[in-house]
């Protein structure tokens, strides 16, 4: 990968069977794979070897870490659960803190409800701040509320609305991600 490029993956976090976040971060990662310059790949929180049984940060998952210690940007896809992210999402991020240092994030809240998952996004905004991450900022994260109704059974969008939101999301991670990046390896 040059210098120039940027590596941008999605994750997808959460673990529920029958989840909606899914066509939420397949769509997120085709676009972004459109975009020249920029690397990515769609993490799903299921593959990456979490388990229930591991005791704290002492059982890291390497594949994940190595991901995270090489991407310039992360964008993380989740639903809300109870006005906040899942447990499994917290427990896959604590697994690494310097690999995210001064690296921009853009989050995505998927709901059920008429709210998008704005409150996890509030408060998942908090946590990654403290896991070193640099959220881009709220007012520009990304809402899907009333998810069911947003795609077909094949997982394509049906409200074209979203396409222009989605591109002003990706833009405003890739120049987080560019900035951060230029500042890592220049100051």
């Known amino acids: 990968m040059s210098d120039q ?5 999605v994750f997808l976090g959460t673990v529920r069977q029958g989840r909606q976040s899914e066509k939420v971060a397949r769509l997120i990662h085709k676009e972004i794979f459109k975009l020249q310059d920029i690397s990515t790949e769609l993490i799903d929180i299921r593959e990456i070897g ?5 005791e704290g940060l002492s059982a890291q998952l390497p594949d994940f870490a190595a991901k995270m210690a090489a991407m310039d940007g992360l964008i993380i896809v989740s639903p809300e659960y109870n006005h906040n992210f899942p447990g499994s999402l917290k427990m896959a991020l604590d697994r690494n803190l310097e690999e995210y240092a001064n690296k921009a994030v853009g989050l995505v809240g998927v709901s059920s409800g008429n709210w998008g998952g704005v409150r996890m996004v509030e408060s998942l905004v908090n946590y990654t701040v403290r896991l070193g ?6 007012s520009k994260s990304l809402y899907f509320p009333n998810v069911e109704s947003l795609f077909d059974e094949n997982g394509v969008l049906l409200d074209d609305s979203y396409q222009e939101r989605i591109s002003k999301f990706i833009k405003e991670v890739v120049w987080l991600a560019k900035t951060l990046k230029w500042g890592r390896n220049n100051l």
């Open 50 to 54: 979490l388990t229930l049984d591991d």
């Open 133 to 138: 991450l640099k959220p881009i900022q709220s």
């Open 5 to 9: 490029m940027l590596n941008i993956p």
